[in-house]
C-alpha cells in the first residue's frame, strides 16, 4: 500500500520527482509514503516535492484526494486520512521531465 501511495502522489502534475534533504545530509526518494493498517481501514503519510510556484494548499489536496481514491480501488481499506507533507520544492528548470 505504501507502494501504491507513492506512485499515486508521484501522478499529480505539480509534484516533482525529487532527493530531498538538508544540506545534502539525510537523502530519500519522493514522493514517499508510509501506511498504517488496522482492520479494514488505513491512515496515509505522503510525502512529496513540489513545482515551483505550485499553491502549496490546493496540491495537498490534490495529493490527498488522488491517493486516498487510488488506493480505495486497489486495496479495498477504508482511508481514515491521508496527511501530506511537502518536504522539498524544486524548481521547474531542475524538476525531471515527465515521460509521455
Known amino acids: 500500500m505504501q507502494r501504491i501511495a507513492s506512485?499515486?502522489?508521484?501522478?499529480?502534475?505539480?509534484?516533482?520527482?525529487?532527493?530531498?534533504?538538508?544540506?545534502?545530509?539525510?537523502?530519500?526518494?519522493?514522493?514517499?509514503?508510509?501506511?498504517?493498517?488496522?482492520?479494514?481501514?488505513?491512515?496515509?503519510?505522503?510525502?512529496?516535492?513540489?513545482?515551483?510556484?505550485?499553491?502549496?494548499?490546493?496540491?495537498s489536496a490534490q495529493v490527498r484526494d488522488h491517493v486516498t481514491h487510488q488506493v480505495t480501488t486497489l486495496t479495498g481499506l477504508d482511508i481514515v486520512a491521508v496527511d501530506v507533507t511537502v518536504a522539498d520544492v524544486v524548481h521547474p528548470q531542475t524538476a525531471r521531465r515527465r515521460v509521455e
Open 7 to 59: 506512485i499515486a502522489a508521484g501522478e499529480i502534475e505539480a509534484v516533482s520527482r525529487s532527493r530531498s534533504g538538508w544540506a545534502g545530509r539525510v537523502r530519500r526518494e519522493l514522493p514517499r509514503g508510509t501506511a498504517t493498517v488496522a482492520g479494514g481501514s488505513a491512515r496515509i503519510s505522503v510525502d512529496v516535492a513540489a513545482v515551483w510556484p505550485t499553491p502549496l494548499s490546493g496540491l
